[in-house]
C-alpha cells in the first residue's frame, strides 16, 4: 500500500533515496547514449552525471547500513503517494536534444529538493549533514543542466539543431508532400474527368497513392546512408517521405468517397488549393523561400499537372 512521504521513517527515505539515485543514473545513460553522435560533449558531461549518481547511491546505501543494518528495503517511487514521477524509458529514444537537456535540468531539482526535505526525516546529525552535502551535489547538477543550454546556444548549437531537423525531417517529408499531392493530381483527375465516377477517381487515387508511397518512401530510404551527409537513418526518412507521399495523394482522393461527382470533385479540387498552400508555408519556413515565390512555384506546377489530368480525362 502506498504511502505518504510525511509517513515515511528516516530509514525508508533512504532507502527511497538509494532507489532514486539507481534509477535516475540509468535515465542519463540512456540520454547519453541517445545524443552520443550527434552532440559527444553533452553524451559526456550525461555520463558523468550517470557515475555521480551511481556514486550518490553507494555512499547512500553505507550510509543506510551504518545506521539502520544491511537489509536496504525496495522503495520506489510508485509506492509514495503524490511523488515525483520520471517518464518511461523508452522516451529517451524521442524526446530532442533540447527536451533531454530540460528533463535532465527537471530531475535534479527534484533530487535537490527531496534531499532537502529528508533532512527533516533524519535525527542523527551525521546522517543530517550527510544529506544537506548530497542536496547542494545535486544542486550543483541543477547548474551543470542549466548550462548545457548556454554552451548551446553558445557554439552555435540552435543553429546546428534546426539544419538536422530539416535535413533528417522537413526535407523528405517536403519531398514526399509535394509528390503525393502533385504527382497524383493527374491520375486521380483523370479517371474522374473520364468516367464521371467518384468510385473509379477513388480507386485510382488510392491506389496512386498508395503506390507512390511505397516508390518514394523506397527511393529516399535507399538514395543515402546519411553517414556523410547528416541526413539520419535512411529507414527513418524513408517511413517520413513514404507517409507524407500518401497523405498527400489521399488528401485529395478521399472527397471521391462522396458518390456525387461534381460534388465531390468541387471538394478535392479544394483540398488541392490546401495542400499546395501547406507546401508552400513549409518551404517558406524551412527552406528560406520568400512566400509569394514558393507559392507561385508550387501553384503553378500544381495547375499544369492538374490541367494534364483534365485534358486526357475529357478525351
Known amino acids: 500500500m502506498s504511502k505518504a512521504f510525511k509517513e515515511l521513517t528516516a530509514a525508508e527515505v533512504l532507502a527511497l533515496a538509494i532507489s ?82 530540460d528533463e535532465v535540468a527537471r530531475m535534479e531539482e527534484d533530487a535537490r529538493d527531496y ?37 548551446r546556444l553558445a557554439a552555435g548549437g540552435e543553429h546546428e539543431e534546426r539544419r538536422r531537423f530539416v535535413l533528417q525531417y522537413v526535407q523528405p517529408g517536403l519531398a514526399g508532400l509535394m509528390d503525393g499531392s502533385v504527382s497524383t493530381l493527374a491520375p486521380v483527375f483523370a479517371a474522374a474527368f473520364a468516367t464521371h465516377s467518384s468510385h473509379d477517381a477513388f480507386l485510382v487515387g488510392l491506389a496512386a497513392s498508395l503506390g507512390a508511397g511505397i516508390s518514394m518512401g523506397f527511393a529516399e530510404a535507399l538514395s543515402d546512408d546519411g553517414v556523410l551527409s547528416g541526413r539520419g537513418h535512411p529507414w527513418m526518412r524513408g517511413w517520413v517521405c513514404g507517409l507524407m507521399t500518401t497523405a498527400g495523394g489521399i488528401g485529395h482522393t478521399i472527397p471521391y ?4 461527382f461534381q460534388l465531390a470533385t468541387g471538394i478535392a479540387v479544394g483540398v488541392v488549393s490546401v495542400e499546395l498552400a501547406v507546401i508552400s508555408w513549409i518551404r517558406h519556413r524551412y527552406m528560406d523561400t520568400a512566400l509569394l515565390a514558393a507559392a507561385f512555384q508550387v501553384v503553378i506546377g500544381g495547375v499544369l499537372v492538374f490541367l494534364t489530368g483534365w485534358l486526357i480525362g475529357s478525351f
Do not use: C
Open 115 to 151: 534531499y532537502a526535505a529528508a533532512v527533516d526525516k533524519a535525527s542523527d546529525p551525521v546522517l543530517k549533514e550527510f544529506l544537506q552535502k548530497l542536496s547542494a551535489e545535486e544542486g550543483k547538477h541543477v547548474d551543470l543542466a542549466e548550462s548545457f543550454e548556454r554552451q
Open 20 to 101: 532514486q539515485e539507481e534509477e535516475d543514473g540509468r535515465i542519463y545513460g540512456e540520454f547519453a547514449e541517445r545524443v552520443r553522435e550527434g552532440h559527444p560533449e553533452t553524451a559526456e558531461a550525461l555520463r558523468r552525471m550517470q557515475e555521480e549518481e551511481r556514486g550518490h547511491g553507494e555512499r547512500l546505501a553505507a550510509a543506510y547500513r551504518e545506521h539502520f543494518g544491511d537489509h536496504i528495503p525496495l522503495i520506489r517511487r510508485q509506492d509514495v503517494k503524490g511523488f515525483i514521477r520520471r517518464k518511461p524509458l523508452w522516451l529517451a529514444k524521442v524526446l530532442t536534444v533540447s527536451q533531454i537537456r
Open 257 to 260: 468517397l462522396i458518390p456525387n
